[in-house]
């Protein structure tokens, strides 16, 4: 099959532009952070969903906000504290009086993007309660299960975990999140701009495409091209992690898919109808680093899954050029 066949130029095209749009959208209230804002819009176009992490006020609800606007669509946003139950997220069933039987309360799960804000703040047992909807796309319930909109993506943020009163995502659902970013501190020119905002009205993003339109999008992406021989390096770089030294966790298959996808997404936002190594490179350590446990001696060492990941990025043999143009 060739890459005309796969996707035309002209689909590439429009693909490519919406992209722009959405990251233009978000970039309007984000401000000095085009990467992260590029890893997150792939993250969303990929059909997975985005955990952030950094340091209170730099501005993680605010993407996450961003995002959910240009995207359009129903949007919830649940604030995780230590009281807060699954139902809450999920729904209840409640009795009615007035007809003396029993009716479901869909929760707050119920839409298109779900924002889940410092979910590290909620128990383990709430936090368990996305479990389900964030790998199958639906809720089950009193024995009746029930399908989520479509499309559905969950944004969650969270704390560091040496911040007070954190509790941390066990290892099966950090799975789950396709990437984690960290934002950082605003560049000083940014932060600046952002800053003299306070005096005026803030801005805010623009929903910029339907629902339909995202879910055409997501479509367009998973038709770019990836070679056998980038399938290869992928898998390479995933063993690697099962087999480190420094590392008692490695990446899943989930990760190998995951990544894959995400690459797609990138290389389509680059106006290409193929992804290459340099995508795999952009976005592996988001990607991947989250999915994978030092080992705890290389945690007191100070090395960070972040460092590993790294490393075998840099020590994996990259494909030639022409190997993943050509597949």
Same mark, same amino acid.
């Given at each position: 099959?060739?890459?005309?066949?796969? /996707?035309?130029?002209?689909?590439?095209?429009?693909? @490519?532009?919406?992209?722009?749009?959405?990251?233009?959208?978000?970039?309007?209230?984000? =401000?000095?952070? +085009?990467?992260?804002? +590029?890893?997150?819009?792939?993250?969303? #176009?990929?059909?997975?969903?985005?955990?952030?992490?950094?340091?209170?006020?730099?501005?993680?609800?605010?993407?996450?906000?961003?995002?959910?606007?240009?995207?359009?669509?129903? &949007?919830?946003?649940?604030?995780?504290?230590?009281?807060?139950?699954?139902?809450?997220?999920?729904?209840?069933?409640?009795?009615?009086?007035?007809?003396? !039987?029993?009716?479901?309360?869909?929760?707050?799960?119920?839409?298109?993007?779900?924002?889940?804000?410092?979910?590290?703040?909620? @128990?383990?047992?709430?936090?368990?309660?996305?479990? %389900?909807?964030?790998?199958?796309?639906?809720?089950?319930?009193?024995?009746?299960?029930?399908? *989520?909109?479509?499309?559905?993506?969950? &944004?969650?943020?969270?704390?560091? /975990?040496?911040?007070?009163?954190?509790?941390?995502?066990?290892?099966?659902?950090?799975?789950?999140?396709?990437?984690?970013?960290?934002?950082?501190?605003?560049?000083?020119?940014?932060?600046?701009?952002?800053?003299? =905002?306070?005096?005026? %009205?803030?801005?805010?993003?623009?929903? *910029?495409?339907?629902?339909?339109?995202?879910?055409?999008?997501?479509?367009?992406?998973?038709?770019?091209? *990836?070679?056998?021989?980038?399938?290869?390096?992928?898998?390479?770089? *995933?063993?690697?992690?099962?087999?480190?030294? +420094? /590392? =008692? /966790?490695?990446?899943?298959?989930?990760?190998?898919?995951?990544?894959?996808?995400?690459?797609?997404?990138?290389?389509?936002?680059?106006?290409?109808?193929?992804?290459?190594?340099?995508?795999?490179?952009? &976005?592996?350590?988001?990607?991947?680093?989250?999915?994978?446990?030092?080992?705890?001696?290389?945690?007191?060492?100070?090395?960070?899954?972040? !460092?590993? &990941?790294?490393?075998?990025?840099?020590?994996?043999?990259?494909?030639?050029?022409?190997?993943? #143009?050509?597949?």
């Amino acid at each position: 099959m060739t890459l005309i066949e796969m /996707l035309d130029p002209a689909s590439r095209e429009r693909g @490519s532009t919406a992209l722009q749009r959405l990251h233009s959208s978000v970039a309007g209230v984000i =401000r000095g952070k +085009d990467h992260e804002i +590029d890893l997150a819009l792939a993250c969303m #176009v990929a059909g997975g969903h985005l955990l952030i992490e950094d340091k209170p006020g730099t501005g993680k609800t605010t993407m996450a906000k961003a995002i959910a606007a240009s995207i359009g669509g129903s &949007v919830r946003r649940v604030q995780f504290t230590p009281d807060l139950l699954p139902s809450d997220i999920t729904g209840v069933t409640v009795f009615n009086p007035a007809t003396t !039987e029993f009716t479901y309360r869909e929760g707050p799960a119920f839409a298109n993007l779900l924002i889940a804000d410092e979910i590290n703040r909620a @128990s383990p047992k709430t936090q368990a309660a996305l479990l %389900e909807v964030m790998e199958e796309r639906q809720i089950t319930a009193d024995g009746v299960t029930r399908p *989520v909109p479509d499309p559905f993506m969950v &944004v969650a943020t969270q704390n560091p /975990l040496d911040f007070q009163g954190t509790y941390p995502l066990p290892e099966v659902q950090l799975d789950r999140f396709s990437m984690k970013l960290e934002l950082g501190y605003a560049p000083a020119d940014a932060e600046l701009e952002v800053m003299a =905002r306070i005096r005026n %009205e803030q801005p805010s993003a623009q929903q *910029v495409m339907t629902t339909e339109q995202f879910r055409e999008l997501v479509v367009l992406a998973s038709r770019v091209n *990836v070679a056998p021989a980038l399938h290869r390096y992928v898998l390479e770089i *995933v063993t690697a992690t099962r087999a480190h030294r +420094d /590392l =008692r /966790l490695g990446v899943s298959t989930r990760g190998a898919i995951t990544l894959l996808a995400v690459i797609r997404a990138m290389a389509l936002g680059r106006n290409r109808a193929f992804a290459t190594p340099e995508d795999v490179k952009d &976005v592996a350590v988001q990607v991947l680093a989250h999915r994978v446990a030092v080992t705890p001696e290389a945690e007191i060492e100070g090395i960070t899954n972040e !460092e590993v &990941v790294g490393s075998i990025l840099a020590s994996t043999p990259v494909p030639r050029a022409r190997e993943t #143009v050509d597949g």
